[in-house]
């Protein structure tokens, strides 16, 4: 039996015990776009000179995730519906009229499949106006994911949320306990990178901050980390 924590998630094949080789799914390790050999984790052009000793090329991007590797393939395991008790939703304060008004356009965009920005100064409610969409998802047997570049956010996030939500809900980040498979998720943007269309709503928090904003690596950790192209906003 694959266990629950495996779901959604990219390994490579050192990564994964052999025992489950055979239900889990694979990708191709590296792709050539336009001639450029580039990472199907993390998406980073190879550079010649990231060879090992045989001759075979490794990304050294995304390598603190563990080696992926020329010629040998990822494994990953589909996302599962959430199973969680109901109501997710125990935070009992009340919205402003603008916040609520903000918070009902967030879940019709997500409805209709479309990015959704927020754009608000600090202070403004932010967290509290992404509730609804977020119990929505995980009511509708979904899966969540909040990310942030910076640690501390994710750490003041996850002690927020663990206080406004039933459900339990992983941190993740470099010093983190290993994900235990939770439906909810807050994490790292880096730590995206361990994951293969598994959420079913991306939210992204301080997009403009270091080292998130210019950074194609990260930026294709968000979209690989999605199910469908269509239910990310930030």
């Not at 010649?48 to 000793?53: G, K």
């Not at 919205?95 to 479309?114: C, D, F, I, N, W």
Request: charged share 25%; with cysteine.
């Amino acid at each position: 039996m694959v266990p629950k924590e495996y779901y959604g998630r990219l390994f490579t094949e050192d990564q994964l015990p052999t025992d489950y080789y055979s239900e889990a799914l694979t990708l191709e390790s590296m792709v050539k776009i336009d001639n450029q050999l580039r990472c199907k984790r993390c998406f980073s052009p190879i550079e010649e000179e990231w060879q090992l000793p045989n001759g075979k090329h490794y990304c050294r991007a995304c390598i603190v995730f563990g080696r992926n590797q020329e010629g040998k393939q990822l494994y990953y395991f589909a996302s599962k519906e959430a199973d969680i008790n109901f109501p997710v939703l125990k935070w009992s304060g009340k919205l402003t009229s603008y916040q609520a008004e903000v918070s009902e356009k967030l879940l019709k965009t997500y409805q209709q499949q479309k990015n959704s920005l927020v754009h608000a100064v600090t202070g403004a409610g932010k967290t509290e106006m992404i509730y609804k969409i977020v119990a929505y998802v995980l009511e509708t047997k979904g899966r969540v994911a909040i990310a942030s570049p910076r640690v501390d956010v994710c750490r003041e996030l996850h002690i927020r949320l663990q206080r406004d939500f039933t459900c339990s809900i992983s941190l993740l980040h470099a010093e983190s306990e290993p994900y235990d498979g939770s439906p909810f998720v807050i994490a790292t943007t880096h730590q995206l990178l361990k994951f293969y269309q598994s959420f079913d709503l991306i939210i992204v928090d301080e997009v403009d901050a270091f080292p998130f904003v210019g950074n194609p690596m990260l930026n294709h950790a968000v979209k690989q980390a999605k199910k469908k192209p269509d239910s990310l906003f930030t």
